[in-house]
């Protein structure tokens, strides 16, 4: 019994929701996004509730039942609020700032790194140290901060490089620390 696949998704004013199969688009105060579920999960949407149900207990669709249910929430989510990913940059002399859509990264390396923003996405740089990465599709967004960090990813002597605002970074003690 999948405790997330059976919570019903109310959708909210503004949304307009459309079923075509197992195709789904959603469109809100922010945009629309369109997706393709898997054949095995039926998806009804009566008055302004959505539910998922699926055909039997076999493992996969078990699986699959959950997993569609959060997809479609996160897309009224992101269709109404949008999604956003806060990035830190730490290191001397690490900075970033907005090059029109783009981000240029100075992070130690003899040129400027740039990192093109994909369509839905927006950069938003409110310090030389911070980037904060927005958009209505939630695996863009994080897919995007992902590749961003990848630049740099931070190193655990000195804890220099790109992390996540929530990541902790456990600290390595040096030579000097053995004795």
Avoid: C, W
């Amino acid at each position: 019994m999948s405790r997330i696949g059976n919570k019903p998704i109310t959708v909210p004013e503004g949304v307009e929701l459309k079923i075509d199969g197992q195709k789904i688009t959603v469109k809100g105060p922010k945009g629309s996004l369109e997706k393709e579920f898997h054949k095995n999960m039926k998806i009804n949407l009566e008055g302004n509730v959505i539910t998922v149900v699926r055909p039997d207990d076999e493992p996969a669709n078990r699986s699959l039942h959950g997993l569609t249910r959060t997809l479609l929430n996160n897309m009224i989510e992101g269709t109404t609020k949008g999604f956003e990913r806060k990035l830190e940059v730490n290191g001397v002399g690490y900075r970033a700032s907005k090059k029109g859509n783009n981000l240029l990264l100075n992070l130690g390396y003899s040129h400027p790194v740039e990192v093109e923003a994909p369509e839905g996405i927006t950069f938003d740089v409110p310090s030389q140290n911070e980037i904060i990465v927005k958009g209505m599709d939630k695996e863009l967004v994080g897919q995007t901060a992902a590749v961003i960090r990848t630049k740099r990813p931070p190193e655990v002597y000195r804890g220099k490089g790109i992390k996540y605002a929530e990541e902790v970074i456990r600290r390595k003690e040096g030579k000097a620390g053995k004795k």
